[in-house]
């Protein structure tokens, strides 16, 4: 706790709980060893950082990887970049590819594992998403012969959030220039963002009802629905398009990712949609206008408790409080009971901006 800016007091604290934790873990080791449990070791690893988070959570699916520098490796960028730098998922996920921590049984399963593990990293460890959102990887082969690669998403995606999913088709995307298996689909093929990604992005049949057009495809597996990969494309780089080029247009030329320009044009296309011509300006000063996707993809009955740029909802205040943790928000007990109590603790809430849903 050397690095902890608090008193002695809280130092001293935070000690006892490390050591008395250490001390227990060891002791459920020595239990499982002995060979009553399925496992002979006790399956959560301890983890003081999101890199050993990383390490530990990856290693369930890899479990060469514990133990094995990975954790010191992310440090060490973390150091180089800043924490939480995107560069950084996609770096360790190359090196993880690249065999340099353990080896895999084929290729295949280096991409995927390296996949798991740039995820893992954007959402801190902390999700189910690199493990089970993300389902595999496939090798199709285009009708000229050439290969790609088919992501596979399922359901337990939604975890990462939207913006993490999005940066999963990136580290996909990157990955596979470097595996050289890359899909080139023409203009024709697709719309403006899908025939952009040069990855396929596809998943699990998740529902039991079968799409009503384009079924029996040659190189779709099923008619079903897919509702993972539809989480991903809507819920990513759709909706967090904005993010993701404010972060790639710094870097993407060192990473190869420089195709990714496409964004540029998506965000004026997005703009004019959802918000008429976007910013407009009168005497050269830039106006605020409505946007309404916060409401679009509500569901029937739920409450609404403003209108885009409307007056008397609820107004947004940036940081943080002990209640709030990571993403969460803070709403006054009076703001509540005059809501009638509908607003609790464990309310989903969709804003107008950032345009992030949140949990109170």
Known sequence: ?????????????????????????????????????????????????????????VSSEAPDLLGSGLAQRITEFEKKYSAGDWRIALLIAEEVAKEKFGKFSNRKKAIEIGIRTGLAYITLGVVSAPLEGFVEIKFK?????????AIYYAGPIRSAGGTAAAVSIIIADYLAKIAHRQYKPTTEELELLIKNIKVELNGDPTERYEVSQCKRMERVE????????????????????????????????????????????FIVLK???????????????????????????MVAG???????????????????????????????????????????????????????????
Not at 317 to 331: E, K, L, W
Request: charged share 30%; aromatic share 8%; proline share 5%.
């Open 271 to 297: 703009k004019k949609i959802h918000s008429g011509q976007g910013e407009t300006k009168h005497e050269d000063t830039p106006k605020v206008t409505p946007v309404d996707s916060y409401l679009t993809d």
């Open 222 to 265: 099923t008619d079903r629905i897919r509702g993972g990969m539809a989480l991903v494309i809507t819920e990513g780089p759709t909706l967090k398009a904005e993010k993701l080029w404010k972060k790639l247009s710094k870097w993407k030329d060192d990473f190869g990712l420089d195709d990714w320009d496409w964004l540029k044009e």
């Open 302 to 360: 739920r409450p609404v408790f403003g209108y885009p740029l409307r007056s008397g909802a609820f107004r947004l205040r940036y940081g943080r409080a002990r209640t709030t943790g990571f993403a969460s928000t803070g709403i006054h007990p009076v703001s509540m009971q005059i809501l009638n109590g509908y607003v609790a603790t464990g309310t989903q809430l969709k804003m107008e901006r950032p345009g992030k849903a949140t949990v109170v």
């Open 1 to 57: 706790m050397q690095d902890l800016l608090c008193s002695q007091n809280i130092k001293t604290y935070f000690n006892k709980i490390t050591s008395k934790v250490k001390k227990i873990h060891t002791l459920a080791n020595e239990a499982r060893k002995k060979g009553f449990d399925p496992e002979d070791k006790v399956d959560i690893p301890l983890a003081a950082s999101v890199a050993q988070r990383v390490e530990g959570l």
């Open 141 to 149: 082969k285009r009708k000229d012969g050439k290969e790609y690669i």
